[in-house]
């Protein structure tokens, strides 16, 4: 990674795993210095005593609008500006429509799309008051391919890049980009059902031309670069990372009942 980050803010949600971890190392081997939200506190922990003062730990519930604004004053207050944010934090409780319960309904809506809705709008509110700022938001290509039980976390998904393209709407005219990273099949603990049943794990490497699952750095990367001088000019975009996946076709994830 060739970008250079010094003196800049960051501020990541689910920073504790998977992509947030992912994203949070790389900004801050970049030289940034990163607010880390997650509800798991001990990993935050682990991760303070790796990074020392380039990372600030914070237990948050991105379902809570307090806890947004408590992130963003804690970056500011602490290291001076929030000239970026990534929107990561997210889980799925899946079922088919019939059989979804409206609990678990509405805890995919909160975390998915309300987490990133309440976290955008403390965000730039900041970045407006400096002059401008860079989001980004992960989507994912569920977002544009359904996926059997998994009705929740599609529509959120879905709901999540029309809301970036909303924020870069509204927010270009005060200097922020809004992006969103809609990322394929990735190796992390929400994939494990997927990538650990041997013939839906089959399927899915039989339309991923790439014939693999990515891993967290290749959509932390892509990420990162979103918010770089490098993609300046680069605003309510869907980037897509999946290793031509989207050009094939979604797996019978019916199959994990059997």
Known sequence: ???????????????ASGIGEAITRQLIEGGATVVGADLNEEALQNMQETFNDQFLPVVADVTKEADHERLVEKAVTTFGSLDFAFNVAGANKT????????????????????????????????????GGGAI?????????????????????????????????????????????????LVETPITDSFTKNKSVNTMFMD???????????????????????????????????D????????????LLED
């Open 243 to 254: 290793g031509a996946w989207a050009t094939s076709g979604y797996p019978d994830l019916s």
């Open 95 to 130: 079922a088919p429509i019939m059989e979804q319960s409206e609990e678990d309904w509405r805890f995919v809506i909160d975390l998915v799309l309300n987490g990133v809705f309440l976290g955008m709008k403390h965000q730039a509110r900041q970045m407006k008051k400096q």
């Open 1 to 15: 990674m060739n970008h250079s980050f010094e003196k800049k803010t960051a501020l990541v949600t689910g920073a």
């Open 136 to 184: 980004v938001n992960v989507s994912s290509l569920n977002a544009r391919v359904p996926m059997y039980s998994g009705a929740a976390y599609a529509s959120s998904k879905a709901g999540v890049e029309m809301l970036t393209k909303n924020g870069a709407l509204e927010l270009a005219r005060h200097g922020i980009r809004v992006n969103a990273i809609l990322p394929g």
């Open 207 to 241: 339309r991923i031309p790439m014939k693999r699952v990515a891993t967290p750095d290749e959509i932390a990367s892509p990420s990162i670069f979103l918010v770089s001088e490098a993609a300046s000019y680069v605003n309510g975009a869907s980037l897509i990372v």
